[in-house]
T-cell receptor, first 113, second 112 residues
Framework: DGGITQSPKYLFRKEGQNVTLSCEQN?????MYWYRQDPGQGLRLIYY???????QKGDIAEGYSVSREKKESFPLTVTSAQKNPTAFYLC????????????FGPGTRLLVL | QKEVEQNSGPLSVPEGAIASLNCTYS??????FFWYRQYSGKSPELIMF????GDKEDGRFTAQLNKASQYVSLLIRDSQPSDSATYLC????????????FGQGTILTVHP
């Protein structure tokens, strides 16, 4: 069953804590993306990666970090430097020859305790 | 700042009517445009993409692109209550491969 999986579905962060959100895809897509969505807002790009071992900052990268050690995986760490992390986090992927069409995982909702 | 702007909502239409969702973009280099549907609490799902001027039809959905006017629209014919959702318009960056810029979304309600 091909697709994009994200875990956990809900994540609670304590003050000063780093947390990592998982994103895995078995679609053999080259590119992967992380977005943040706040209530009533569109999606804002955090980081993206077009190839293994390479990634670029998006529009709101401060307070976040990523890695791309495997084609299938693109984890996002929300660091303690991100002062307002409560949001819906969405991972997406796309194939190189797909006119840049992006497909989304189910999302992780991050809440601050 | 390259932007994608969607018509302000929320939009309410009766069941069976045509719903018209509109989007303008500022980056003339944008090549491809996408419409996503997002149900409350869920992730966006792709409805249609369009990259050539004109109309593209898929079932009850028609996407329209006018690059001269920098305008993209989505028409939903025979609207159903199950079409009630937030619709997101997105466009690619002309020089930034793979980056999508999203509009803020338009909430559509189809009432019986």
């Amino acid at each position: 069953d091909g697709g994009i999986t994200q875990s956990p579905k809900y994540l609670f962060r304590k003050e000063g804590q780093n947390v990592t959100l998982s994103c895995e895809q078995n679609l053999n897509h080259d590119a992967m993306y992380w977005y943040r969505q706040d209530p009533g807002q569109g999606l804002r790009l955090i980081y993206y990666s077009q190839i293994v071992n390479d990634f670029q900052k998006g529009d709101i990268a401060e307070g976040y970090s990523v890695s791309r050690e495997k084609k299938e995986s693109f984890p996002l760490t929300v660091t303690s430097a991100q002062k307002n992390p409560t949001a819906f986090y969405l991972c997406a992927s796309s194939a190189r020859d797909s006119k840049e069409t992006q497909y989304f995982g189910p999302g992780t909702r991050l809440l601050v305790l | 700042q390259k932007e994608v702007e969607q018509n302000s909502g929320p939009l309410s239409v009766p069941e069976g009517a045509i719903a018209s969702l509109n989007c303008t973009y500022s980056d003339r280099g944008s090549q491809s445009f996408f419409w996503y549907r997002q149900y409350s609490g869920k992730s966006p799902e792709l409805i249609m993409f369009i990259y050539s001027n004109g109309d593209k039809e898929d079932g009850r959905f028609t996407a329209q692109l006018n690059k001269a006017s920098q305008y993209v629209s989505l028409l939903i014919r025979d609207s159903q209550p199950s079409d009630s959702a937030t619709y997101l318009c997105a466009g690619t960056g002309g020089t930034s491969y793979g980056k999508l810029t999203f509009g803020q979304g338009t909430i559509l309600t189809v009432h019986p």
